[in-house]
T-cell receptor, first 115, second 110 residues
Framework: GAGVSQSPRYKVAKRGQDVALRCDPI?????LFWYQQALGQGPEFLTY????????KSGLPSDRFFAERPEGSVSTLKIQRTQQEDSAVYLC?????????????FGSGTRLTVV | ELKVEQNPLFLSMQEGKNYTIYCNYSTTSDRLYWYRQDPGKSLESLFV?????AVKQEGRLMASLDTKARLSTLHITAAVHDLSATYFCAVDNYGQNFVFGPGTRLSVLP
């Protein structure tokens, strides 16, 4: 596609509910990153894929967070048993390879609100 | 651990005035990026600075990088209302990911 596409755009979840957030990277982009942006703060790194391999998951805040990219294209970020502190915008970015010199292309994000 | 700071965090300025936003970081890096974010929107890439002394300009914005001082500046010249947004700097973290600053929320008043 022309850009990074994320869905849903907005998600409201009741505390304890599981959610799945989807990211469609730019076609041909090998690397895919997930970031979490809490209200009024800068984005924070969650995890990084190169093709289907998850090379870095050091930013995932707890074992309730799980990400996958089984075929090396679309990625899903799953949050189990959501808590109020999970409320944030989840941003996906892709690049041709690694951390590119030209920077990332970010998607529009999914705004998750846990009530 | 790489840490990125920005100041000021909030900036209210009048149209036509000049101002500078500062971004400093804690460990060695030769790559720094500036992004703009409008309310409810995603991040828009503004500048990519890839070496010491790099300077980029686009319209009323100019960014520079001093890797020895671990400092980047974003200078605003003759501000206009359309520049109102939040500006983030991001530093390449050893090629693994980006570490973002907390952002500078800019309001340009008529």
């Amino acid at each position: 596609g022309a850009g990074v596409s994320q869905s849903p755009r907005y998600k409201v979840a009741k505390r304890g509910q599981d959610v799945a957030l989807r990211c469609d990277p730019i076609s041909g982009h090998v690397s895919l990153f997930w970031y979490q942006q809490a209200l009024g703060q800068g984005p924070e790194f969650l995890t990084y894929f190169q093709n289907e391999a998850q090379l870095d998951k050091s930013g995932l805040p707890s074992d309730r967070f799980f990400a996958e990219r089984p075929e090396g294209s679309v990625s899903t970020l799953k949050i189990q048993r959501t808590q109020q502190e999970d409320s944030a915008v989840y941003l996906c970015a892709s690049s041709l390879v690694g951390v590119p010199s030209y920077g990332y292309t970010f998607g529009s994000g999914t705004r998750l609100t846990v009530v | 651990e790489l840490k990125v700071e920005q100041n000021p965090l909030f900036l209210s300025m009048q149209e036509g005035k000049n101002y500078t936003i500062y971004c400093n970081y804690s460990t060695t890096s030769d790559r720094l990026y500036w992004y703009r974010q409008d309310p409810g929107k995603s991040l828009e890439s503004l500048f990519v600075l890839l070496s010491n002394g790099a300077v980029k300009q686009e319209g009323r914005l100019m960014a520079s990088l001093d890797t020895k001082a671990r400092l980047s500046t974003l200078h605003i010249t003759a501000a206009v209302h359309d520049l109102s947004a939040t500006y983030f700097c991001a530093v390449d973290n050893y090629g693994q990911n980006f570490v973002f600053g907390p952002g500078t929320r800019l309001s340009v008043l008529p």
